[in-house]
T-cell receptor, first 116, second 113 residues
Framework: GAGVSQSPSNKVTEKGKDVELRCDPI?????LYWYRQSLGQGLEFLIY????????KSGLPSDRFSAERTGGSVSTLTIQRTQQEDSAVYLC??????????????FGPGTRLTVL | SQKIEQNSEALNIQEGKTATLTCNYT??????LQWYRQDPGRGPVFLLL?????KEKRKERLKVTFDTTLKQSLFHITASQPADSATYLC????????????FGTGTQLKVEL
C-alpha cells in the first residue's frame, strides 16, 4: 500500500506570506505527527494528533503555526506570516498507536520550505 | 535539562568493519528506544525498537543494546557496506511523555570501499 505522502515537495515563499503544507498518512493509522528538521539538526516535534483526541500542540514554536486534521486522515500544517527562520524541512509521520505501546512511525519524504 | 546526544561528527569506516554508533541521554526514563535511518532528501525509516527491560535486540546485521543504568544505547552494523552510509537517529519514547518520540540529532555514517 501507499506510504505517507506530503505535498508540495518544495515550497519557496516570500517573507510574510502564509503557506500550507499537506500530509496524507497511511490509511488506518490513527496517530499523525509533524516535525521540523533544520539543516544539520535533529527532528523537532511540532504537533501530534491521535484519533479524536485534542491534539498535542506543545511543540509549536509560535502562534503563527497551526495544524488541522480533517476526518482523522489528511492533515494541513499552516504557517502564517512566514519568517526566514521558518526555512526547514517539514516532515509528517503516521503510526498505529495501541495503548501505551510506542508505535513505529512511518515518515513522508518531507516538504522543503524556503523563505526568502 | 533533558538531552539526547549522538556524535555530531561523521563516522567513517572501512567496508566489512563493524560500525558502532552511540546514543546517550540524560534526565529521561524511556520506556522504549528506537533507531531510524535517514538518507539525504528522505524521511527517516524505522530500523529497530528496544524496550527498557531488554538488553539487546538483533535484526540481520544490526544489533542494538540498551543500558538504562548508563543511560546509553549502542547501535552496531556488522559487515558494513557502502549502502549502509546514511544518518542514523535514535529516539526515545517516555511513558506518560505525551505519546511522542524525542529524537537525537543523528550521526552520519560513511562506509568506504
Amino acid at each position: 500500500g501507499a506510504g505517507v505522502s506530503q505535498s508540495p515537495s518544495n515550497k519557496v515563499t516570500e517573507k510574510g506570506k502564509d503557506v500550507e503544507l499537506r500530509c496524507d498518512p497511511i490509511s488506518g493509522h490513527t496517530a499523525l505527527y509533524w516535525y521540523r528538521q533544520s539543516l544539520g539538526q535533529g527532528l523537532e516535534f511540532l504537533i501530534y494528533f491521535q484519533g479524536n483526541s485534542a491534539p498535542d500542540k506543545s511543540g509549536l514554536p509560535s502562534d503563527r503555526f497551526s495544524a488541522e486534521r480533517t476526518g482523522g486522515s489528511v492533515s494541513t500544517l499552516t504557517i502564517q506570516r512566514t519568517q526566514q527562520e521558518d526555512s526547514a524541512v517539514y516532515l509528517c509521520a503516521s503510526s498505529l498507536v495501541s495503548g501505551r505501546v510506542a508505535g513505529t512511525q512511518y515518515f513522508g519524504p518531507g516538504t522543503r520550505l524556503t523563505v526568502l | 535539562s533533558q538531552k539526547i546526544e549522538q556524535n555530531s561528527e561523521a563516522l567513517n569506516i572501512q567496508e566489512g568493519k563493524t560500525a558502532t554508533l552511540t546514543c546517550n541521554y540524560t534526565n529521561y526514563s524511556p520506556a522504549y528506544l528506537q533507531w531510524y535511518r535517514q538518507d539525504p532528501g528522505r524521511g527517516p525509516v524505522f530500523l529497530l525498537l528496544i524496550r527498557e527491560n531488554e538488553k539487546e535486540k538483533r535484526k540481520e546485521r544490526l544489533k542494538v543494546t540498551f543500558d538504562t543504568t548508563l543511560k546509553q544505547s549502542l547501535f552496531h552494523i556488522t559487515a558494513s557496506q557502502p549502502a549502509d552510509s546514511a544518518t542514523y537517529l535514535c529516539a526515545l519514547w517516555i511513558t506518560g511523555g505525551g505519546n511522542k518520540l524525542t529524537f537525537g540529532t543523528g550521526t552520519q555514517l560513511k562506509v568506504e570501499l
